[in-house]
Each structure stands twice: as C-alpha cells, then as structure tokens.
C-alpha cells in the first residue's frame, strides 16, 4: 500500500474508526468496573490514544502480505495487557472472582 495515497488514507480512517468502536466498549467495561469495584480502574484504557501514537509514528496500517494491520495488532496487545493486569492479576478482583460482582466482571471482560 502506498504511503500517504489514497488508500493509505482510507485505511488510516478506518483505523480511528475501529479505535472509536473499541473505546465504545471499553467505556462500557469501566463503567462495570466501578460499580462493582466501587473504584476508579488503576489503569488507563484507551484505545484512541494508542492508535493515534500509532498512527503518527507511520505505523503501517495494513500488511497484505501477511493480510493484518500491524497497528491493531499492537492497540489489541496492549490492551488486553492492560486488561489482564486491570483483572487477572489483581488480588482484590481475585478476592470477589467466584462471588455474583465477579461474575458480572467475568461477563463484561
């Protein structure tokens, strides 16, 4: 794919929009999360932040020969990082895991 024609700048869109749509359920995920947790989650999750760095930094968008897009496979790594850190490995998620906030969490992530 070219860089900076036109279907560079069709799938740089379609990067921001797909990053739009992560950080819908993203919003979703924190919002369960503060109410079960009755907390603030410890890390930021942000899915249009990572992308847009991305992007600045010429990331490309999409690999045709390996059919990916190198920059989601770096926004999705990160997050779901921050997610497993944000759950899995929290003592005190760990502590409600099995109880009905647990569960709900479980559903949500």
Known sequence: MSQGGWSDMEMRSVCRNMASLIEIEIKKFETVYKIVMQAEPPVELDAEIITKKLLDRQVPTFDGDKMISPIFEQVL?????????????????AQIW????????????
Do not use: A, H
């Open 77 to 93: 790594g990160s997050l779901l990082s921050k997610l497993d850190d944000l759950v899995d490995k929290n003592p005190i998620v």
């Open 98 to 109: 099995e109880d009905p906030q647990g569960i709900v969490l479980q559903k949500e992530k």
